[in-house]
Every structure is written in structure tokens, then in C-alpha cells.
């Protein structure tokens, strides 16, 4: 019989040398060659996936991102909980994890995001989140504040986009080495309190 081959998973490991090529050296230090010594493949081999070192960079970065969003949603299938709130600083917390490879797809995203200042196409895929992310999280500070016996201020969605501004670069600043992760979780919690205002859930009349 044929050998099957997985091309998905060939494109995955191709894509995975990127990343730790990048992460150590720097994504313009990055060639083609490279990628194939790194991943212990033919040049031939990767050209027949990524026929530019363009193609391979835009393909990383994409997976890059939708791992990134693959670990937020497996941080809240192990929360285990219906608590808006809970939910909101679990998927927030999520971008600032401290683990290895959570650091190294944000550091990979920072050094992409140069090539992303000419490449429209990158700088698409390095968007802020989209109105559908946007109006989850309103919907959860919503019902949080609701959690909380609070009043609605009706600028969820901007807070919102606060809260993804702010905890994206709390996480640029891990991947830098210019905060900790638990000073960056101080800021993100101290935050998301100030928006969901005092909890009066259990005052009396």
C-alpha cells in the first residue's frame, strides 16, 4: 500500500522550525535552508510546501495566532465554570500565561510584526480582535457587572477592546523580559476590577 502522507503535518513542522529558528536568532536571520537544516528535511522538501520564505513567514504567523487562540479556549474548557467573570480573566490571563510556549508564539508574533508594517496580508492577520471577540467579551463584563449587582454603563464593547489592548501588551512585555508574569497579572486583575466596578452582589436593602 501507499504511504500516507500528512501534509498538514509537514506544513506544521516546517512551520515549527520557524518559530524556534526566529525565537532564537531573530526572524530576518531565517532562510529557507535554515528551515530545512532545522527541521532535518530536504530544500526540496520545504520549497515543495513554501515555494518563498514569504509564504513560510505568513503561514507561521497565521498558526502562530490561531495557536494563541487555540490555548485562550483550552484555558477556559479547564476553568470549568459558568462564571462570567471567571471566564473573562481566564481567557485575559490566558495571553499572559508564563509557560514555554506561550512565550515563544508571542515572541515570534513581536518579531513578525515588522514585516507586517509591508505586507498587508500579515498585518490583516495581526488585526485586534474582530467584532465577534469583541462582542463575547462585552457580553461577559456585562453579565460580570450584572454578577456583581452593578450598573451597566453601556460601553462594554469599548471596555472590551481595553482589555485585549492591555492584556496584549502586558504580553509583549513578558516576551520582552520587561515584566514578570505575575507583576502582569497584578496590572491585568487590578484592571479588570476597575471595570467591573465594586461587587455589591451580597449587600442588603
Excluded at 496584549?168 to 520582552?176: F, H, K, N, P, Q
Aim: contains cysteine; glycine residues 8%; proline residues 4%.
Amino acid at each position: 500500500m501507499p504511504k500516507i502522507v500528512d501534509h498538514e503535518e509537514r506544513r506544521r513542522h516546517l512551520v515549527e522550525a520557524v518559530w524556534s529558528l526566529t525565537v532564537r536568532g531573530g526572524l530576518e536571520q531565517v532562510t529557507l535552508r535554515k528551515v530545512a537544516d532545522e527541521a532535518g528535511v530536504s530544500m526540496g522538501h520545504v520549497q515543495h510546501y513554501y515555494p518563498s520564505m514569504q509564504a513560510l513567514v505568513r503561514d507561521a504567523l497565521d498558526r502562530a495566532v490561531r495557536a494563541v487562540n487555540t490555548n485562550i479556549e483550552n484555558a477556559v474548557k479547564a476553568a470549568d465554570t459558568t462564571s462570567p467573570e471567571t471566564v473573562l480573566r481566564t481567557c485575559l490571563h490566558a495571553l499572559i500565561s508564563p509557560d514555554e510556549e506561550s512565550m515563544r508564539l508571542m515572541r515570534f508574533s513581536l518579531a513578525a510584526a515588522g514585516r507586517a508594517v509591508s505586507d498587508p496580508t500579515m498585518a490583516g492577520v495581526l488585526a485586534p480582535g474582530d467584532d465577534e471577540l469583541l462582542s463575547f467579551t462585552a457580553g461577559l463584563i456585562t453579565a460580570a457587572r450584572q454578577e456583581r449587582g452593578g450598573e451597566l454603563h453601556g460601553e462594554e464593547h469599548t471596555d472590551a477592546d481595553i482589555c485585549w489592548s492591555l492584556a496584549t501588551s502586558l504580553g509583549v512585555d513578558i516576551a520582552l523580559g520587561h515584566r514578570s508574569p505575575q507583576a502582569a497579572g497584578r496590572t491585568l486583575d487590578h484592571h479588570i476590577d476597575r471595570i467591573l466596578g465594586p461587587d455589591r452582589s451580597g449587600a442588603t436593602a
